[in-house]
């Protein structure tokens, strides 16, 4: 048994369907699907960072100050948290193709649209736009992943996911540099919009609906779209439809369910190891270059090691994947929790000798870019496919909630001026939370399977 079928909800399979995707060697049609996912999640990178590079034209085009940007930033973030709080989870109704197809669309609509507006209150509607498609598109491209992997390569694409939202990022620093020089900020907006709508309407060729969903939820013509799938995938065709879990029946998909009894303390301890994350990630990529200015290095210096950082964030999310597959995702995210504290309490108390802080920092960056990947794949191995959408969402989008929290407190904590021996042992302190939570949700799951 794989390590992380210990952390699956007993009764979530569907009497052996589920093997029919996850053994055996990859088909060409799941790589398709995997490969599109991969490639709407680097656009989803290039839609994101798309506001960031236009920001200094836009300020001086349109003669802004820097807190009217800051608040079209914090739309588009808080577009981020209610797609994936509010939309995302509508894939357990209507399909996780649909939500990707249309997420995709929306965004590639949206980001044409921003490059003809000529007001801020456009720009500010529109970047919340934005968020919503993109909130939306991290959980259900997350489970489309799971759900059309095999077992042992699921988590490692589930990393190549994430890592494509990285270097969607990088691909709109390089765009940005060349457009917006020879063409103006709006350039920008205009490619990465006809790339979003390439990609939603490759998905509406070739994306296939998940088998899983086809066979729990049942919508109409189901039986023919999962023989349709099965003959894609050079498998026996199915002569009637499994019978339906009762819980697909009572209102799936909805919050309320993530309460049950059987899953409401792995729910609450997944979001306490999401905000976390958050908390910590966003204060590091945020006052990561300040902090290191304060402590003696180079401003210069301090930008260019955004580079270091951001290459070891990108290895410890693809690693993560190597070592959820190893060691379950549940132990895999606590050993990263941990030591990303550890980065971080030293961080704080060695010299200021820039190669050794820079060292220190990648460390901790490349910790903590782990963790994200282990609690996604733990949160999409311990939901049942009918709930699915629903709990990656939840814990994505109240996680997010930390992202506006650890900023905040870093913030106010060098306000104070305070030293960094004072403030990052905080944030190691967090970590050892998140770690906490992960450890004692792996408990109370195999608890909770032992019962069953």
């Not at 369910?257 to 945020?286: D, G, I, K, M, N």
Request: hydrophobic content about 55%.
């Amino acid at each position: 048994m794989a390590r992380d079928e210990e952390w699956v909800v007993a009764g979530a399979g569907h009497s052996g369907v589920s093997q029919i995707v996850r053994s055996g060697p990859l088909k060409l049609w799941q790589l398709v699907t995997l490969v599109l996912c991969i490639l709407i999640n680097i656009s989803d990178g290039l839609d994101t960072s798309a506001i960031a590079y236009a920001a200094p034209s836009i300020l001086k085009d349109w003669r802004l100050g820097p807190e009217t940007m800051g608040l079209i930033f914090s739309l588009g973030a808080a577009g981020l948290v209610c797609g994936a709080i509010f939309v995302a989870p509508l894939a357990d109704r209507f399909g996780r193709r649909n939500i990707i197809m249309w997420a995709v669309a929306f965004n590639g609509l949206s980001m044409l649209m921003i490059a003809t507006v000529d007001s801020v209150e456009a720009l500010l509607a529109l970047r919340f736009v934005t968020g919503l498609g993109i909130g939306a598109l991290v959980p259900s491209l997350s489970v489309m992943v799971v759900e059309f992997s095999t077992e042992r390569r699921g988590n490692i694409f589930l990393a190549l996911v994430h890592v494509g939202f990285a270097i969607g990022a990088m691909l709109g620093a390089a765009v940005g540099a060349v457009l917006i020089e020879a063409l103006g900020w709006r350039s920008i907006f205009v490619f990465a919009g006809l790339v979003s709508l390439v990609l939603a309407a490759l998905s509406f060729l070739l994306l296939p609906e998940s088998l899983h969903f086809l066979l729990t939820r049942q919508p109409r013509n189901a039986l023919a779209r999962a023989n349709a799938l099965l003959a894609r995938l050079n498998e026996p065709l199915l002569e009637a439809l499994p019978p339906r879990p009762p819980a697909a029946t009572a209102g799936q998909g909805t919050v309320r369910r993530l309460f049950a009894p059987e899953y409401r303390t792995v729910t609450l301890l997944l979001w306490l190891a999401a905000f976390s994350r958050y908390f910590v990630s966003y204060f590091l990529t945020q006052w990561k270059p300040q902090i290191l200015v304060l402590a003696g290095v180079s401003p210069t210096l301090a930008i260019a090691s955004g580079i270091v950082t951001g290459g070891a964030a990108i290895m410890g999310a693809l690693l993560m994947g190597t070592f959820a597959s190893t060691l379950g995702a549940p132990r895999a995210t606590c050993v990263s929790f941990a030591l990303c504290a550890a980065s971080l309490v030293t961080f704080g108390f060695i010299q200021a000798e820039p190669v050794l802080l820079l060292a220190v920092a990648a460390v901790a960056l490349f910790a903590i870019e782990a963790t994200f990947t282990g609690v996604v794949i733990a949160s999409t191995r311990f939901y049942p496919v009918e709930l699915r959408s629903t709990g990656v969402g939840y814990t994505i989008g109240v996680g997010r909630f930390g992202a506006i929290a650890g900023p905040y407190l870093g913030g106010a904590l060098l306000a104070m001026n305070l030293d960094r021996a004072v403030v990052y042992p905080v944030y190691a302190a967090v970590c050892l939370v998140g770690a906490t939570a992960i450890l004692i949700a792996f408990r109370r799951r195999v608890e909770v399977a032992g019962t069953n």
